[in-house]
Nanobody, 116 residues
Framework: QVQLVESGGGLVQAGGSLRLSCAAS????????MAWYRQAPGKQREFVAH???????NYRDSVKGRFTISTDNGKNTVYLQMNSLKPEDTAVYYC??????????WGQGTQVTVSS
């Protein structure tokens, strides 16, 4: 099992910034991908960004140029730096890790609210 604990969410005005963190613990070996997803009220959970164990990154189009995903050197913490936030970024943000054999784990989520 992998335990994921997110932090850093909150309320911010449009144009502001937040940095989300997700600390992984437990059986953290063989993690292939660390990612962030989000779910707005009444909508399906959607992909935001991911980073592979090799350091490759990918973002959904609407956050490109505004969000940056990164990990610490030990690769047991993943960050999401969010700049130029918009009201449409308001959602619960979830940390996700993917391991071998299709195993994946989710955090409990952290609320991000962007006021206009």
């Amino acid at each position: 099992q992998v335990q994921l604990v997110e932090s850093g969410g909150g309320l911010v005005q449009a144009g502001g910034s937040l940095r989300l963190s997700c600390a992984a613990s437990g059986r953290i070996f063989n993690i292939n991908v660390m990612a962030w997803y989000r779910q707005a009220p009444g909508k399906q959970r959607e992909f935001v960004a991911h980073i592979t164990k090799g350091g490759d990154t990918n973002y959904r189009d609407s956050v490109k140029g505004r969000f940056t995903i990164s990990t610490d050197n030990g690769k047991n913490t993943v960050y999401l730096q969010m700049n130029s936030l918009k009201p449409e970024d308001t959602a619960v943000y979830y940390c996700n890790v993917k391991k071998d054999f299709g195993r994946e784990f989710w955090g409990q989520g952290t609320q991000v609210t962007v006021s206009s």
